[in-house]
């Protein structure tokens, strides 16, 4: 790749595809190094490619952090964000909690980054604000089918929405694509063990 | 408290107490600026005494932190290491499952540390190592209790295991004595949802 800054597209083959090339590569240093310990110069050189041909693409470090987060954040809230369409609370919860393991498989990474952030800087700041506006939805959501008689109102709906992320977001310590554990199950057994516990089917429950 | 190595331990008030503070401040340390920012003296300052009065109760660091390791760790696996006593093996995961979140809860700043461990020098590797296998023997209670018939079999037994401790183990995320939620219940939710889910009790189970 050319080191001067080239203004006609033509000359670099595919623009989209370089800049996924650049985020990707940030987001794996930041994950093995941490953010602080990266260089730009680290990416380029991940990359093979110039500081310059960097700043093609992204103004800066933050610039990157700041859009690598973002993207964890559209992809574990799309499910939210879908219109209700008739679903019941806990039908739209349900899908919440397979959305976001199906995200956190597809983009493992992007959100292994996100939930390390600790609100160093501007773009962790906000994408801490982002996470807490998340957290106290999917609460709402779980107030909400506990109000319809749909979910269990023993456990505080806080506790479960935190418990049942907790457990979603796990897979971030332990999930590695191409390993022993089939990512395109987990969605399937988060939202089984979310919903129906441990308990085989027509079992008496346990008496808490 | 004196400079001086004392070796009349008459003089040391108790040196019990001494010990578990030093380590307490250690942990929190560790916890807020990590193992390798903390120096002895960072320790020594926060307790208000001299670097040399904490080479009375610990050698090292490294020892400071492998103590504080193993205790995470005694307490996490008190409830495995229970003899069976005719309890089949769902109602000892239940137990386990139970006493792995209350020591959380009781030891929350030392489970904490233990979870951070990434593995660098021995005293990591070898909290790591245990860690390993105290998750290999909680898949193997899953297990024969998925073979008793007591809990349900369409879910992997290690990602049973790890589901179910990703969701213990976030409580160091969210969970602080003395804040909204209540430390004591949390044994319960836990051990409600792990076994029985979010479905109120008489709800026809999921088709997934």
Redesign the interface.
Known sequence: MDTAHADTPTRRGRPGHDREAVLDAAVALFNERGYDATSVADVAGRLGVTKSALYHHFSSKEAVLELALGRALDSLEAALDQPRDGRSA?AALRDVFRGATDALVTNLPYVTLLLRVRGNGPAEQAALARRRTFDQRVTALVAQ?QGD????????A???A??????????V??YRPGGA?DGS??G??????????????G?P??Q?
């Open positions: 806990s089918a008689g749909d979910i269990r109102d023993d456990v505080d806080s506790v479960v935190r418990l049942i992320f907790g457990m979603i977001n796990s897979l310590e332990w554990i199950r987990l399937h057994d988060v939202v089984t063990l979310a919903l129906d516990g441990l308990r085989p089917a079992a429950r346990t808490e």
